[in-house]
């Protein structure tokens, strides 16, 4: 990075990249947006960045290129179609994709940006919507170090951790990792919270009592999934918001299609990916994650 703000592009501007996006332009970054939803883009707009009617007049001035895109096609499209990122990125550029997506293809990405003289690194995040919106979120970044060095100053305006997972696709490695493991432990928080009140207990005091025992866990305490347990989290809010149901079964997926090409036995990640699959079919998509617990009390 420049000893000047650099001028930055962002494409994605949904429920995660439009707060993050915001939050360089409250940083006062020169910012243009692109969406393809323009209620979105008018969003930024108002917030001071200038919209852009496409990918190519998005990037056509920026020095750093951030992308928040919903899935793998989605990222493959944006990056190497023609009229795409890297065919209309101007030269010198930094290309951070924040998306989650498979982490083969995060490497082709790569590949395809450093052979036209780019250097790029895939920084997923950990977090969610409040995290976004709070500036609080992790990247967990794959690529070349010194070019995360570059980028730090940037997306530390956009979170609180940034930490690097080794070289390209290892940020996207590192983020399904987690994932899967955040989706078992919501299903978990949700079986031991069902079994409780099924038998009598308060599912406060049953949080409490977890809370202080060898079952605690990030789901439990800080995004309690049963109503009427925690204020301000999506379950309060008849699961609106949030991380959707439709993002988890995406990244339990990819969880799985990283176990197969490695030879890696995850059967209760597998078990996961199935439960929020049935639970999606039943028309909950985009409620928050946290909605399994649904499923799991109709189920009982």
């Not at 995360?148 to 100053?153: I, M, N, S, V």
């Not at 305490?221 to 925690?230: A, S, T």
């Not at 993002?247 to 990640?269: N, W």
Request: aromatic share 4%; with cysteine; proline share 5%.
């Amino acid at each position: 990075m420049t000893a000047t703000q650099p001028n930055v592009a962002f494409i994605g501007l949904g429920n995660m990249g439009g707060p993050m996006a915001l939050n360089l332009a409250k940083a006062g970054y020169p910012l243009t947006v692109f969406d393809v939803a323009p209620e979105a883009v008018k969003t930024l707009a108002d917030a001071g960045a200038a919209p852009a009617v496409g990918i190519a007049e998005a990037v056509a001035k920026a020095d750093v290129v951030i992308t928040m895109l919903p899935a793998t096609e989605h990222a493959e499209t944006v990056y190497l179609r023609p009229g795409g990122v890297i065919a209309s990125a101007k030269k010198g550029a930094l290309l951070i994709d924040s998306s989650t997506i498979n982490a083969d293809a995060a490497r082709r990405i790569a590949k395809a940006a450093k052979d036209k003289g780019f250097e790029m690194l895939d920084a997923p995040v950990s977090g969610g919507v409040a995290g976004a919106q709070g500036a609080s979120l992790t990247f967990i970044v794959g690529g070349d170090k010194k070019t995360l060095e570059k980028a730090a100053p940037l997306l530390e305006k956009m979170g609180k951790n940034v930490m690097h997972a080794g070289d390209s696709g290892a940020g996207q490695v590192a983020k399904i990792c987690n994932n899967m493991l955040l989706g078992i432990l919501m299903i978990g928080t949700s079986e031991a919270l069902n079994l409780g009140v099924a038998n009598g207990l308060d599912p406060k005091v049953l949080s409490s009592i977890i809370a202080k025992s060898s079952g605690r866990n990030w789901a439990l305490e800080i995004y309690n999934p049963m109503p009427g347990v925690m204020d301000n989290v999506p379950s309060s809010r008849g699961y609106a918001g949030g991380f959707g149901s439709q993002l988890m079964a995406k990244d339990l997926g990819l969880a799985q299609e990283a176990a197969q090409a490695a030879h890696a036995s995850t059967p209760l990640g597998e078990a996961a990916w199935k439960l929020y699959q049935k639970h999606i079919g039943q028309g909950n998509a985009k409620l928050d994650f946290s909605s399994i617990f649904q499923l799991i009390a109709k189920d009982a």
